[in-house]
């Protein structure tokens, strides 16, 4: 004996375009660290955590995308890996690029205590 059941399914209200957590198509936007932001972190010598996360949000169609700091290539990573690094003071420019030739690039200032 076969049992079936119907689901019902709703269409989910269109995307809010106003939002800036989702990159749209063709694009690509780094989410962490924040732009324009004055980061404070351990001078190394003490032991503490020296390092700031990178996170990016790309499009569906981009395989891999890769990040610079200060226009040096950093690494390679999936669009959705989480990656750190280690800054130096002072203004630092971070650019994210898709395989696509997608990119975004934010300046963070960063000083050590």
């Known amino acids: 004996?076969?049992?079936?059941?119907t689901f019902f399914v709703q269409t989910p209200p269109a995307h809010n375009t106003?939002?800036?957590?989702?990159?749209?198509?063709?694009?690509?936007?780094?989410?962490?660290p924040i732009a324009n932001k004055e980061y404070i972190l351990e001078q190394?010598?003490?032991g503490g955590e020296t390092r700031l996360q990178l996170r990016c949000q790309a499009s569906a169609d981009a395989t891999s995308v890769f990040?610079?700091?200060?226009?040096?290539?950093?690494t390679a990573a999936p669009p959705d890996g989480v990656v750190f690094f280690e800054p130096e003071g002072g203004s630092t420019?971070?650019?994210v690029m898709d395989d696509r030739g997608r990119k975004s690039t934010?300046?963070?200032a960063v000083k050590h205590w």
């Open 1 to 5: 004996m076969t049992t079936l059941r």
């Open 18 to 32: 106003s939002c800036n957590r989702v990159a749209s198509d063709g694009h690509i936007a780094i989410t962490a």
């Open 93 to 95: 420019d971070i650019t």
């Open 67 to 74: 990040w610079y700091i200060n226009d040096a290539f950093l």
């Open 44 to 46: 190394q010598n003490t």
């Open 106 to 108: 934010i300046n963070v």
